[in-house]
């Protein structure tokens, strides 16, 4: 069963998390007033105090080792379902293997991956792996319902990658959730005592029709990370010692949006983006990153230890987006004692 934050005795962290932000939620500019009247889209009013209803579960955000061996065999599924994206908000989305966003797969450079797309949607759709050197007219190719196709690369670059479905409009396609992850170990990669993955992206919340207008218009309803806004508040990422090191592994699929990620309370050590280190202790020591950039469609990975037990906020440092959902936590040790220091008011 999932642990709810009432449980964890964090009661508090949401409302602070919320008294952060705007006392009134509303997408900025894309009101009738705002925009002189005009037809641009409204935001979806979704309680960002509320719970998920008692059928959500959290994404696991603890990353596994890649699988033993260099040839991947991967059927995925392309599909379209009803999922909760917030509390109060059912809607249609578009997934990959009904996840929203789509499986993380990770492997190391050299693997084959061989990849069977199944089409079990009602309109068409595709797969584009940033991963992989081929033919786009041939492996991204369009498939309609029923129809299936083999999506076979060898990785040859290690980095964080975006896949998506390309069919046409992409927006639409990857606005809807048709998006997700592949880690390409770099070689060498050290052991750390905890990994973790978080991919922020954008969700647009309504019809079809009016998912769409939003994404047209930049105007998104929540930006969050691995799928729904303040998941990480509501089941934080914990087990976490103080001294022990923590990867993340940060890819930011947008589709339109970007992100500064910053945790609270720390500072990363090491920051590895789009296949290079940016920053090493070994070479740059004692250098330190506050914050990791990514625009759309860019991925890397931050590690960082933390001194002392505590609850830990990770945020996009774009503020405008916390009170859209980017915001988690990380319980540190022993952390009762802070969070009753944050109760006082940080
Ligand atoms: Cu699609």
Same mark, same amino acid.
């Given at each position: 069963?999932?642990?709810?934050?009432?449980?964890?005795?964090?009661?508090?962290?949401?409302?602070?998390?919320?008294?952060?932000?705007?006392?009134?939620?509303?997408?900025?500019?894309?009101?009738?007033?705002?925009?002189?009247?005009?037809?641009?889209?409204?935001?979806?009013?979704?309680?960002?105090?509320?719970?998920?209803?008692?059928?959500?579960?959290?994404?696991?955000?603890?990353?596994?080792?890649?699988?033993?061996?260099?040839?991947?065999?991967?059927?995925?599924?392309?599909?379209?379902?009803?999922?909760?994206?917030?509390?109060?908000?059912?809607?249609?989305?578009?997934?990959?293997?009904?996840?929203?966003?789509?499986?993380?797969?990770?492997?190391?450079?050299?693997?084959?991956?061989?990849?069977?797309?199944?089409?079990?949607?009602?309109?068409?759709?595709?797969?584009?792996?940033?991963?992989?050197?081929?033919?786009?007219?041939?492996?991204?190719?369009?498939?309609?319902?029923?129809?299936?196709?083999?999506?076979?690369?060898?990785?040859?670059?290690?980095?964080?990658?975006?896949?998506?479905?390309?069919?046409?409009?992409?927006?639409?396609?990857?606005?809807?959730?048709?998006?997700?992850?592949?880690?390409?170990?770099?070689?060498?990669?050290?052991?750390?005592?905890?990994?973790?993955?978080?991919?922020?992206?954008?969700?647009?919340?309504?019809?079809?029709?009016?998912?769409?207008?939003?994404?047209?218009?930049?105007?998104?309803?929540?930006?969050? $990370?691995?799928?729904? &806004?303040?998941?990480? /508040?509501?089941?934080? +990422?914990? @087990?976490?010692?103080? *001294?022990?090191?923590?990867?993340?592994?940060?890819?930011?699929?947008?589709?339109?949006?970007?992100?500064?990620?910053?945790?609270?309370?720390?500072?990363?050590?090491?920051?590895?983006?789009?296949?290079?280190?940016?920053?090493?202790?070994?070479?740059?020591?004692?250098?330190?990153?506050?914050?990791?950039?990514?625009?759309?469609?860019?991925?890397?990975?931050?590690?960082?230890?933390?001194?002392?037990?505590?609850?830990?906020?990770?945020?996009?440092?774009? $503020?405008?987006?916390? &009170?859209?959902?980017? /915001?988690?936590?990380? +319980?540190? @040790?022993?952390?009762? *004692?802070?969070?009753?220091?944050?109760?006082?008011?940080?």
């Amino acid at each position: 069963m999932r642990p709810t934050v009432r449980e964890l005795g964090l009661l508090m962290i949401p409302v602070l998390v919320a008294a952060a932000c705007a006392p009134t939620y509303e997408v900025a500019g894309t009101t009738a007033a705002d925009s002189g009247g005009s037809h641009a889209p409204q935001a979806t009013a979704w309680d960002r105090n509320g719970e998920p209803s008692d059928a959500w579960e959290p994404r696991n955000a603890r990353l596994e080792p890649a699988p033993e061996g260099d040839l991947h065999e991967i059927t995925i599924r392309a599909s379209e379902i009803e999922k909760e994206v917030a509390p109060g908000v059912e809607q249609t989305v578009w997934t990959y293997d009904d996840l929203f966003p789509g499986p993380v797969f990770r492997g190391k450079v050299g693997d084959t991956f061989r990849f069977t797309l199944i089409n079990d949607g009602n309109v068409g759709h595709s797969i584009d792996f940033h991963s992989s050197k081929v033919a786009p007219n041939d492996e991204m190719r369009t498939i309609e319902r029923g129809d299936e196709l083999i999506y076979e690369f060898e990785a040859k670059h290690a980095g964080v990658f975006m896949y998506h479905c390309g069919t046409d409009p992409v927006l639409q396609h990857t606005g809807m959730g048709q998006h997700g992850v592949m880690i390409i170990d770099p070689p060498d990669l050290p052991d750390v005592d905890h990994e973790f993955w978080l991919l922020q992206h954008e969700i647009y919340m309504g019809s079809m029709n009016e998912q769409y207008d939003k994404m047209e218009a930049a105007a998104w309803d929540a930006v969050v $990370f691995n799928g729904y &806004p303040y998941q990480y /508040v509501h089941a934080p +990422l914990d @087990g976490i010692e103080p *001294d022990e090191r923590v990867r993340i592994w940060l890819m930011n699929n947008g589709p339109s949006e970007q992100t500064s990620f910053h945790v609270i309370g720390t500072i990363f050590d090491t920051v590895y983006k789009e296949g290079s280190y940016r920053l090493h202790p070994d070479r740059d020591g004692p250098g330190g990153a506050q914050a990791i950039d990514l625009p759309a469609s860019t991925g890397g990975f931050v590690e960082m230890t933390f001194d002392v037990p505590g609850v830990y906020k990770f945020v996009d440092h774009k $503020f405008a987006n916390l &009170p859209k959902g980017a /915001v988690g936590l990380m +319980l540190v @040790g022993d952390h009762d *004692d802070a969070a009753e220091a944050d109760d006082d008011g940080h």
